[in-house]
């Protein structure tokens, strides 16, 4: 059994925050910054590309409810959702779950980013292949 399923079976502790009959959030055990939760949905789904509809709305209302939890009780002003799907993603635990990270400012959490300048053409090709 996963990390995650034996977090929700009560088999290993957890700092529960919020919780319905299909989801639950609770803190993170390595606080990227104070107040970094996990969302995930109680059935065991590995990730996006298994991830029905109805389970997707249920955890987004589960996101928005706890990060506004969040907002209030610890005051900060920005926030990172952050959901990790597969290896090369770097998904570590393979359950799916969204990562709610509370930004202060010089907070020391960093995400690397990759841009690379537009081809417009390019992005017109990507379009058309993406809406056929
Ligand atoms: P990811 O890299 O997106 O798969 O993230 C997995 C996250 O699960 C990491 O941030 C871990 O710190 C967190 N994690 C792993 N085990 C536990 C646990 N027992 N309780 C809370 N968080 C955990």
């Known amino acids: 059994m996963c990390v995650f399923c034996k977090i929700i079976n009560g088999e290993i502790p957890s700092y529960k925050i919020y919780e319905t009959d ?37 955890l987004f209302e589960a996101v928005v409810k706890t990060t506004n939890i969040l907002k209030n009780k610890l005051g900060f002003k920005d926030v990172n959702l952050l959901n990790n799907n597969g290896s090369l993603a770097g ?15 010089n907070d020391e959490c960093y995400f690397k980013e990759s841009p690379h300048e537009a081809n417009f053409e390019e992005l017109a090709k990507l379009c058309e292949k993406l809406t056929k």
């Open 91 to 105: 998904q570590v635990v393979n359950h799916y779950h969204i990562h709610i990270i509370p930004r202060y400012g």
């Open 22 to 58: 299909t989801v639950m959030a609770f803190l993170d055990i390595s606080q990227n910054t104070k107040g970094h939760t996990l969302v995930i949905p109680k059935k065991h789904i590995e990730s996006i590309f298994d991830l029905d509809e109805q389970t997707g709305r249920d």
